[in-house]
Every structure is written in structure tokens, then in C-alpha cells.
């Protein structure tokens, strides 16, 4: 069973825009602290986004800084990831996750942690002309 279904990725142009949605089937899930992640060929993971479950804060990594928004549907329990003026090297897998202990994350934690619990199946975003 996938707990966290994504949707949104595709392939695009340099400049271009996509939108990713990351949806939880399990209602619970909606307790926890959802974070963005993305894994390029041949890398290892990283945090890209999160929205703090309380207080509104935000975490974005430099790389996508001014270029990406992250905002959450509360009626739908979607968290969104738009990403704007994409650029080759965003290239990658994209993941939504949540940790069963995120229930009052610092956002700023996905820069550095990654979560045990739920991840999504990912989905392709290709950047190039």
C-alpha cells in the first residue's frame, strides 16, 4: 500500500514550471509534517522543501530558493511543490515523505534528516531543451 501518492512530474523545458501534489491515502498521515525530496542519478537523496504543520514555516534548500513554493490544500490534505524558472540540474526523482515522529517538525530538519517511515512511489521531473 503507497501512503503517499505524488503526482505532477513531467519532462520541461529550462525556464519552465510544473506543479507536484502529494497526497496522503491514509488519512493519519495528514498529522505529520510532509517534506519534498529529490534523489538525481547517481546521488543520494536531499531535502528540498517542507511546511511546518503549525506555525507556517518554511524550509527550502539554497539550490531552489525564490524559485520554488510550497503551500498545503488543508480542505484536500495536499501539500504542493511548484517549482518555477527550472533548471537543468533539478533533475531528478521527486519524493514526498513523513516520518511516524513529525508530528511538530522544524521544518528546517529536512536538510539534514530523512524520514524512516512513508515515502512515496516518486515521480520524474526532467529538466532539458
Known amino acids: 500500500q503507497v501512503e503517499l501518492v505524488e503526482s505532477g512530474g513531467g519532462l520541461v523545458q529550462p525556464g519552465g514550471s510544473l506543479r507536484l501534489a502529494c497526497t496522503p491515502s491514509v488519512p493519519t498521515l495528514d498529522y505529520y509534517v510532509i517534506g519534498w525530496f529529490r534523489q538525481a542519478p547517481g546521488k543520494e537523496p536531499g531535502g528540498v522543501s517542507c511546511l511546518s504543520n503549525t506555525d507556517g514555516r518554511t524550509y527550502y534548500a539554497d539550490s531552489v530558493k525564490g524559485r520554488f513554493t510550497i503551500n498545503k490544500d488543508n480542505v484536500k490534505k495536499t501539500v504542493y511543490l511548484q517549482m518555477n524558472n527550472l533548471k537543468p540540474e533539478d533533475t531528478a526523482v521527486y519524493y514526498c515523505?513523513?516520518?511516524?515522529?513529525?508530528?511538530?517538525?522544524?521544518?528546517?530538519?529536512?536538510?539534514?534528516?530523512?524520514?524512516?517511515?512513508?515515502w512515496g512511489q516518486g515521480t520524474q521531473v526532467t529538466v532539458a531543451s
Open positions: 515523505a513523513t516520518d511516524s515522529g513529525w508530528s511538530n517538525l522544524d521544518p528546517r530538519r529536512v536538510a539534514t534528516t530523512l524520514p524512516r517511515d512513508y
